[in-house]
């Protein structure tokens, strides 16, 4: 399984960014893509989810009503919308995969750098 985050970059307060993660390698039926961000000193945190078959989505509370996970089936690719952005979200985010079974993330790909200036 590969992933590969993309389209982070610097953006102001209050600001919008739209990440994308390209998954391959397997099919996903069954499977969950998430987003995580680890911020320079702290440690990695969860952002949200969203179940392959049926888009069923879970957020962190910091990512809750700002944050939109979405996929695209066809394309295999997971996107993270990020609105109204604050210099706390300044961290790089990643996208990881498991399958439904599975209580750990198991496939991760590398990060992609969001700095929101304040």
């Known amino acids: 399984v590969q992933l590969q985050a993309s389209g982070g970059g610097l953006v102001h307060t209050g600001g919008s960014l739209r990440l994308s993660c390209s998954a391959s390698g397997r099919t996903f039926t069954n499977w969950i893509m998430g987003w995580f961000r680890q911020a320079p000193g702290k440690e990695r945190e969860f952002v949200g989810q969203?179940?392959?078959?049926?888009?069923?989505?879970y957020y962190a509370d910091s990512a809750k009503g700002r944050f939109i996970v979405s996929r695209d089936k066809a394309k295999n690719m997971v996107y993270l919308q990020m609105n109204s952005l604050k210099p706390e979200d300044t961290a790089v985010y990643s996208c990881a995969t498991k399958s439904s079974a599975s209580n750990s993330y198991m496939y991760w790909g590398q990060g992609t750098q969001v700095t929101v200036s304040s």
């Open positions: 969203i179940t392959w078959n049926m888009g069923t989505q």
